[in-house]
């Protein structure tokens, strides 16, 4: 069975300094990947996605993720952090074959900022 | 707004009464999904429909969970006599489907309070 693993719950970082978060993902084949931000009491907004190509993926609000296939890996980065950028991520996956596209989540990473 | 609606955004009910909520996705997506989200974890597939036929439930979807898609449009999810455990976060999500992949876009959800 799909799962994704996301190994931080919750991250603190400083405004201005970078962050990485982890997402590891298991799976019969290479999935369509995603990142996802959820600020309280919204819905999903998605960052980023891979499909296929280059590994490294730009998305919006200045964050970009790098698949690592050897390492069944989808780590989504930011240089340069913003206090607005303090919300929960998820990272999830989608089949690429069949006819259903549900996601299977990860349990996410709750992102604190501090000034 | 053309996104997707859901309604209401928050619901309390007594344990055992009967709850319905509504979706109404972007109105040229064919695919709609809901999704449970509980507290501290991701979003968890429940069932989706294409135009108005339901294709998928997942064993998630309990005997009281109820889902419709009439006319391929709006949505609605009821759930019958309603337990502690139900208290969650619905979403609701669209996309057009057709043999590739496109974007899911979710709702801000309605938040369920079982008491």
């Known amino acids: 069975a799909q799962s994704v693993t996301q190994p931080d719950i919750h991250i603190t970082v400083s405004e201005g300094a970078s962050l990485e978060l982890r997402c590891n993902y298991s799976?019969?084949?290479?999935?369509?990947l995603f990142w996802y931000v959820q600020s309280p009491g919204q819905g999903l907004q998605l960052l980023l996605k891979?499909?296929?190509?280059?590994?490294l993926v730009q998305g919006i609000k200045g964050f970009e993720a790098e698949f690592k296939r050897s390492q069944s890996s989808f780590n989504l980065r930011k240089p340069s952090v913003h206090w607005s950028d303090a919300a929960e991520y998820f990272c999830?996956?989608?089949?690429?074959?069949?006819?259903?596209?549900?996601?299977?989540f990860g349990s996410g990473t709750q992102l604190t900022v501090l000034p | 707004d053309t996104g997707v609606s859901q309604d209401p955004r928050h619901k309390i009910t007594k344990r055992g009464q009967n709850v319905t909520f509504r979706c109404d996705p972007i109105?040229?997506?064919?695919?709609l999904y809901w999704y449970r989200q509980t507290l501290g974890q991701g979003p968890e597939f429940l069932t989706y429909?294409?135009?108005?036929?339901?294709?998928?439930k997942s064993r998630l979807l309990s005997d009281r969970f109820s889902a419709e898609r009439p006319k391929g449009s709006f949505s609605t999810l009821e759930i019958q006599r309603t337990e502690q455990g139900d208290s969650a976060m619905y979403l609701c999500?669209?996309?057009?489907?057709?043999?590739?992949?496109?974007?899911?876009?979710f709702g801000q959800g309605t938040r369920l309070t079982v008491v």
């Open positions: 429909f294409q135009n108005e036929a339901q294709l998928e």
């Open positions: 891979y499909f296929s190509g280059d590994t």
């Open positions: 799976y019969g084949a290479t999935p369509y």
């Open positions: 109105s040229e997506h064919n695919r």
């Open positions: 999830a996956v989608g089949p690429r074959s069949g006819s259903a596209r549900q996601l299977t």
């Open positions: 999500a669209s996309s057009f489907y057709d043999s590739g992949y496109t974007e899911a876009f």
